[in-house]
């Protein structure tokens, strides 16, 4: 008999988690309800409830508190299924939503397949940890965004406009173009964003820091031009396992880049794509993607694919040469780590004037 039966045949418990107190619901081997109960979302309560029980399969869905709770009760010896709610329309989508039959119909579908469930996996302590540089970083870069906004936009309102100029000199540049009138309400919001440069570049230095010291396998990804620490650590702790992909493809799908599908019979529309996954790093890979086909990127087998995306007409032509070059960036990012090989830019375009080559000389 495997771990999964052995599991199946005892008891099932699902666990609806809130803020300060969540509902717990048991069933049997038989699929009866043997307790519902409230207990405080706290790790000593936790603890207290569940160290003594003999292994059982607990699920709850992802949410603020699972990471924690998952390593807690997997310390304590049971079986933990971290449910991904969004993709389970039985809890998502039903008209009677309460916390008591959430935790039921969890505890009754992890008890007939786990599968119904799409169970994610969480990333270890340390990862969350770290990945936290990443997310306060990007919260000070959106805020800064918005207080640039803001000042641009009070400004137009009065008949005026700023010349252009990047976010990080944004502080320095703007004080001498504002209206006089419009100074003792904007200057301490240019204090403000001047603050939150220099909070973002002491970010920029802990995140280098932390390639070189913790993350060395990031220095495979920064080979691909456009692809700078931000954007390789947040594929690293994302990732964190890239044996856990037997495909370098199935990355793109994993980060929500792949389209959606909505096919019936002989009727299936081109859909976008599905953005499930992490969004953060969603953007950074879109962000490497532009700078590829920029301007500024350089010749490579990836920058000329989504040129050719890029020019075949359309309204979004564009927009969808950005997105499926970030999700075969994704995809190459991926094959690098695995590999260990160097990045050879042109790689493919050099083996197809190679063959072209020897077939004029044939």
């Not at 173009?177 to 603050?195: F, H, N, S, Y």
């Not at 695995?338 to 042109?346: A, C, F, K, R």
Request: charged content about 30%; proline content about 5%.
């Amino acid at each position: 008999m495997t771990e999964l039966n052995r599991t199946a045949t005892g008891m099932t418990i699902g666990i609806d988690l809130g803020d300060k107190y969540s509902r717990i619901c048991m069933l049997d081997k038989a699929g009866e309800v043997v307790e519902e109960s409230r207990l405080r979302t706290t790790a000593a309560a936790l603890h207290r409830r569940f160290s003594g029980l003999e292994r059982a399969r607990i699920a709850f869905e992802v949410g603020t508190h699972s990471p924690w709770i998952q390593r807690l009760l997997v310390e304590l010896g049971h079986e933990v299924l971290v449910a991904n709610a969004g993709k389970v329309r039985l809890i998502a989508a039903n008209d009677r939503k309460d916390d008591r039959l959430d935790a039921e119909r969890l505890a009754r579908l992890a008890r007939v397949d786990p599968r119904l469930l799409s169970p994610i996996e969480h990333r270890g302590r340390q990862a969350q940890l770290d990945r936290a540089l990443l997310r306060s970083r990007d919260v000070l870069v959106r805020s800064r965004t918005a207080l640039i906004n803001h000042v641009r936009g009070l400004v137009k309102a009065m008949g005026c406009r700023l010349r252009s100029c990047s976010a990080p000199s944004f502080h320095r540049q703007v004080p001498d173009q504002l209206p006089e009138e419009l100074k003792p309400a904007l200057l301490g919001v240019i204090a403000t964003l001047a603050d939150l440069t220099r909070r973002i570049r002491e970010y920029d230095r802990r995140i280098e820091q932390l390639c070189k010291e913790r993350y060395p396998e990031t220095d495979l990804l920064r080979q691909v031009p456009g692809v700078g620490p931000l954007t390789s650590l947040g594929f690293v702790l994302r990732v964190e396992d890239p044996r856990r992909f037997s495909k370098s493809r199935a990355v793109g799908p994993y980060l929500g880049l792949g389209p959606r599908r909505s096919q019936s019979g002989d009727h299936d529309p081109e859909l976008r794509i599905a953005k499930t996954g992490d969004p953060h790093l969603r953007r950074l890979l879109v962000g490497s993607a532009q700078y590829i086909l920029g301007p500024f990127g350089p010749d490579t087998d990836l920058r000329r694919w989504g040129l050719q995306l890029a020019g075949r007409g359309g309204k979004n032509a564009k927009k969808r040469a950005v997105v499926a070059v970030a999700r075969k960036l994704g995809v190459l990012l991926h094959r690098l780590w695995v590999t260990g090989e160097v990045y050879e830019p042109l790689r493919n375009s050099t083996r197809r004037d190679k063959r072209g080559r020897q077939a004029d000389a044939a």
